[in-house]
């Protein structure tokens, strides 16, 4: 079974600008997590969704927007980026709501210049 | 919210048993244990979860006490890919309420 997919791996944007990351859970799941990873603030958790709803948010502001589709793939939206917004975003797959096993993808790197 | 605490960093050797353990001394009653290792530039990867005693799967072990305010995992016979940061967090599965630490970092040495 193939594990959980990020799109881009890398990405370089300039201040001001929006940017799109995609997520491809492990087929069956229905739970995408989404989070922010930077050396100053370890992981942090940014939203999670289950059946195309947002379940849980966490601490960041409006800028930081997802959405999930009917066949679970996930999107997080940055507008108007900030130079802390560099770091790497994490996706993760669970097969139910709620923080039970995630399996996690490998990132995508974002540098805000 | 349970919060945990770590040792920052660990040092062992190949072949050694190595014990790393959490403290969560505000552990609610619907809150699990679950320890995941991430390897540099990677997403971290489930290593094991449990609730109460002992839990044991292919690659670790965890040990509860019977207080659930601390928790050791132990990765047996350690070998240089081992190296990682292991994070340990306690959260009530159905609420959400993960919160991920610094998380430990162990250093294998041949």
């Known amino acids: 079974k193939a594990g959980v997919t990020q799109t881009p791996r890398y990405l370089i944007k300039t201040r001001g600008q929006q940017v799109t990351l995609s997520c491809s859970p492990i087929?069956?799941?229905?739970?995408v997590s989404w989070y922010q990873q930077t050396p100053g603030q370890g992981l942090q958790f940014l939203f999670e969704?289950?059946?195309?709803?947002?379940?849980n948010k966490g601490n960041f502001p409006g800028r930081f927007s997802g959405r999930q589709f009917s066949n679970s793939r996930s999107e997080m939206n940055v507008s108007t980026l900030e130079l802390g917004d560099s770091a790497l975003y994490l996706c993760?797959?669970?097969?139910?709501?709620?923080?039970?096993?995630?399996?996690f993808g490998p990132g995508t790197r974002l540098t805000v210049l | 919210l349970a919060k945990t605490t770590q040792p920052i960093s660990m040092d062992s050797y190949e072949g050694q048993e190595v014990n790393i353990t959490c403290s969560h001394n505000n552990i609610a009653t619907n809150d699990y244990i679950t320890w995941y290792q991430q390897f540099p530039s990677q997403g971290p990867r489930f290593i094991i979860q449990?609730?109460?005693?002992?839990v044991t799967n292919e690659v670790a072990s965890l040990f509860i006490p019977a207080d659930r305010k601390s928790s050791t995992l132990s990765l047996p016979r350690v070998s240089l890919s081992d190296t990682a940061v292991y994070y340990c967090?306690?959260?009530?599965?159905?609420?959400?309420?993960?919160?991920w630490g610094a998380g430990t970092k162990l250093i294998i040495k041949p």
């Open positions: 967090l306690v959260g009530d599965l159905l609420e959400y309420q993960l919160i």
């Open positions: 087929s069956g799941h229905r739970s």
């Open positions: 993760a797959s669970s097969f139910d709501e709620g923080a039970d096993t995630q399996y």
């Open positions: 449990g609730y109460k005693t002992k």
């Open positions: 969704y289950f059946s195309e709803t947002q379940r």
